[in-house]
């Protein structure tokens, strides 16, 4: 008997097999582009949206356009699938319109059912069940297509109408959970932002121990508070080897390491030790900058690592440094002809001069932020442990 794993108890009914276009009715999409989208108008989705925006269920539309002769008119239960893409991977995937009136842009597939078709269930089956097969039937090499012809031979297991939208509307209520986790994670990025903002511009101080202000803070170059750290060491099993990028400090990876492209043995890395505030001259604009957490390591001299000196505390210059406000003041020191390469070199970084809090203040400051942060993290993990629930129940629900 054709049943998935897990099944809602009132529905017994065998599934049956149901080739795509006996579905429903298939259509392309034409005409609009990023650059016929505006702050106002009709709604409208592009095919880059299905990757970066939106899952299986489109229930609030991003995009507006005034282009209102463009496009092809989509409505609610209409099934969208990218008609190109870069790999047969990405292109296989479907989301359905939870809405109406929307206009659909070119490069995608508009599937429409029939009344007796949930096309959020059958979006969510297209993502889980049946993506290898949507991503065996694309073509091509640097960009890869998906054609209405290809995806009518596509074959679903349809369950009672009834048994369609009791799956849809559980997962879609899964996809709520985790929607609301997202934007908890949002409010709370957001939050400490604007915490960062008031605390240094001294809008909100906090008190010492015993209940007092603590001192006003005091004109300090960076010079008086990092060190440039100018060891270096040769590719070994001393260090292991990172790299830097916005995200942090992380080892390299097979994948990533040109290393094969070095030609001479005797190349030094720069060595950077726990603690350190590193970036990368030419990417600072990019918010390349970021507190060694990972431990002492070596990765390309082209970066620079500083060390925080004594009377300092390192998790405070990390949350003063990393700051986008400081880093586009800290830009007026850029040098270059090519914005590309338009680079903030050490010794002008260094000169860079602000208020600072003593130590005491430093650290509270530090602390405080470190438990908020430790908060968006843990909030975080919630959202991967809703995914994992969703992607366990996916698996489970679909033949």
Not at 160 to 182: G, H, M, T, V, W
């Amino acid at each position: 008997m054709r049943t998935p794993q897990i099944r809602f108890s009132d529905y017994q009914d065998e599934w049956h097999t149901v080739r795509f276009d006996r579905i429903g009715n298939f259509f392309k999409g034409s005409g609009l582009s990023k650059a016929d989208l505006s702050t106002f108008g009709t709604p409208c989705v592009l095919y880059g949206e299905l990757y970066t925006t939106y899952e299986s269920v489109i229930r609030t539309v991003v995009s507006k356009t005034n282009s209102t002769s463009k496009g092809v008119q989509g409505f609610e239960n209409d099934i969208l699938i990218p008609a190109s893409g870069e790999s047969a991977l990405d292109i296989a995937c479907a989301a359905t319109l939870e809405v109406d009136n929307v206009l659909i842009g070119g490069d995608l597939n508009i599937i429409r059912p029939s009344k007796e078709y949930d096309g959020r269930f059958i979006a969510y089956q297209l993502n889980v069940a049946r993506k290898k097969d949507l991503a065996k039937l694309a073509q091509g090499a640097s960009v890869v297509h998906l054609y209405n012809n290809s995806l009518k031979k596509v074959e679903l297991n349809i369950p009672s109408k009834n048994e369609q939208q009791k799956i849809a509307d559980f997962l879609s209520l899964l996809d709520r959970r985790i929607e609301e986790q997202q934007k908890k994670v949002k409010a709370l990025r957001e939050q400490k932002k604007g915490l960062l903002q008031k605390l240094f511009r001294r809008e909100i101080r906090f008190k010492d121990e015993q209940g007092n202000d603590f001192p006003d803070w005091k004109p300090q170059k960076l010079t008086k508070i990092l060190k440039e750290r100018k060891l270096y060491a040769q590719k070994g099993k001393e260090y292991p080897h990172a790299s830097l990028s916005k995200e942090g400090i992380s080892l390299k990876t097979d994948r990533y390491n040109r290393d094969f492209l070095v030609t001479s043995v005797d190349k030094k890395y720069k060595i950077t030790k726990l603690d350190d505030i590193c970036y990368n001259p030419a990417n600072l604009k990019f918010g390349v900058i970021c507190r060694n957490k990972m431990g002492s390591a070596i990765f390309s001299p082209i970066y620079v690592t500083f060390e925080v000196q004594s009377g300092f505390d390192s998790n405070f210059m990390e949350y003063y440094l990393c700051r986008n406000d400081f880093i586009q003041k800290v830009r007026k020191y850029e040098e270059g002809t090519v914005y590309e390469r338009m680079a903030v070199k050490p010794e002008d970084f260094l000169k860079y001069k602000d208020e600072f809090p003593n130590i005491e203040e430093q650290k509270k400051i530090g602390q405080f932020f470190i438990k908020f942060d430790l908060k968006i993290v843990n909030e975080e993990k919630r959202i991967e442990e809703l995914r994992k629930q969703k992607q366990g129940y996916l698996q489970q629900m679909f033949i």
